[in-house]
């Protein structure tokens, strides 16, 4: 027996000097899923029931909020969205037949809230994918998403992705890099029965301007209770911490897709900056609505948000060097990729993609000099020797 495999033995070649091969088990076997060389389930960052039903759907009695129906709302790591419904939202004979392609009009949407107080959520680009026949009861309806998004307060019925002031991200794990930190403890001393310490902190605002608005670095600091200086109610901790966000706003009310093409670009931005792909958290688009503005956190499919954080020793640029360009290095971002194209950025490809063959490195960065000198520098005045030599000295 070989590793716990029964009547099974390693065989090579004759001529090939190789080791006895030998296969190590984990402790559970067999594993649950049936295979043992299965990659790890993804996690969920979402995993939690609710109440579900069509936003401004047809008058049926499953389409409204007190008829609607319970299921399970999932939500991987990756942006996967999936939403078991305990019962049916379609019709009988509705997006049924699974030999076609099952995918909803942009207008058929589904909103529900979930057991969290205040929690509602919003799927768009909705496709069916539970199996039944035609002479089966449906007891369970599955649906896909494309989008996802969670906010604290209910949607209106002509919700729209449009009318968003600003782009939101929290810069988790960049921390260090910023190296923005100004939280400050004084010493104890004593006043009367009491002993006194000084907390002092600086909120920073870091504005940039860049094509089609502006970019700020800005630092949240909780801890403080605003309503302190009207109570001395005494408590047994208090906690200070600073959180950092990335923040573009507009020049005029943005639609989604402009703000999540932002969000792509900042985050190839700081992927050149850091020297390695460090995929941003969530996005958060703040939507113009009455009596006050909202808050909503967008999902979507996508490599899962980076969970390390970025040592600034080991980053190519640190923020330091970069604080007072950084707006002028991403204006020039911004304007060289909508100008070369792919042969502009197909090097933050390959950060975002580190496992790739040393032939299609090959094969990007001959399709990257085919298309930055087609697109742009074949306008440009030609190197001088000198120019050229210097170029190449520097590089090397």
Not at 31 to 60: Q, T, V
Not at 81 to 102: A, F, N, P, Q
Not at 197 to 217: A, E, F, H, M, R
Request: with cysteine; aromatic share 14%.
């Amino acid at each position: 027996m070989y590793g716990g495999f029964p009547n099974w033995k390693p065989s090579f070649h004759s001529s090939q000097n190789v080791p006895e091969a030998r296969v190590i088990l984990p402790l559970a076997w067999p594993p649950s899923n049936g295979n043992p060389f299965a990659p790890d389930a993804m996690a969920d960052i979402l995993e939690e029931r609710g109440f579900f039903w069509w936003l401004n759907g047809p008058n049926l009695p499953v389409h409204s909020k007190e008829t609607s129906l319970s299921a399970l709302l999932t939500i991987t790591d990756e942006g996967q969205i999936t939403l078991d419904v305990d019962g049916s939202l379609c019709g009988k004979d509705e997006y049924r037949d699974w030999t076609e392609r099952r995918i909803f009009p942009a207008s058929k949407r589904i909103v529900g809230r979930l057991a969290s107080p205040g929690e509602y959520v919003l799927l768009e680009g909705l496709e069916r994918t539970d199996f039944s026949v035609s002479d089966e009861s449906v007891r369970q309806q599955r649906f896909t998403a494309e989008l996802c998004t969670r906010r604290n307060s209910p949607f209106s019925s002509n919700y729209g992705q449009e009318e968003f002031l600003e782009l939101r991200i929290e810069m988790t794990g960049l921390e260090d890099w910023l190296e923005l930190d100004s939280v400050l403890v004084g010493p104890e001393y004593t006043d009367g029965d009491a002993v006194q310490v000084q907390v002092s902190y600086k909120n920073y605002q870091l504005d940039y301007p860049t094509l089609g608005g502006t970019v700020s670095i800005e630092s949240v600091t909780t801890g403080a209770d605003f309503l302190s200086f009207f109570s001395t109610h005494p408590r047994r901790d208090v906690q200070f911490q600073q959180s950092y966000y990335l923040v573009f706003r507009s020049e005029a009310p943005s639609d989604l897709s402009a703000l999540r093409h932002t969000y792509n670009k900042l985050e190839e931005f700081f992927a050149l900056l850091l020297g390695s792909y460090h995929r941003f958290t969530w996005p958060i688009f703040v939507r113009k609505e009455e009596p006050f503005d909202t808050w909503n956190t967008l999902y979507f499919y996508r490599g899962a948000p980076s969970a390390q954080q970025v040592n600034h020793h080991f980053s190519w640029v640190p923020f330091a060097r970069v604080r007072g360009v950084l707006g002028a290095l991403l204006r020039e971002w911004q304007a060289g990729s909508e100008t070369f194209g792919a042969g502009y950025y197909l090097y933050v490809s390959s950060l975002r993609n580190p496992h790739t063959y040393s032939e299609d490195r090959f094969v990007n960065l001959v399709w990257g000099v085919k298309l930055y000198t087609g697109n742009g520098w074949a306008n440009q005045k030609p190197l001088t020797a000198s120019l050229r030599r210097r170029s190449v000295s520097s590089a090397s």
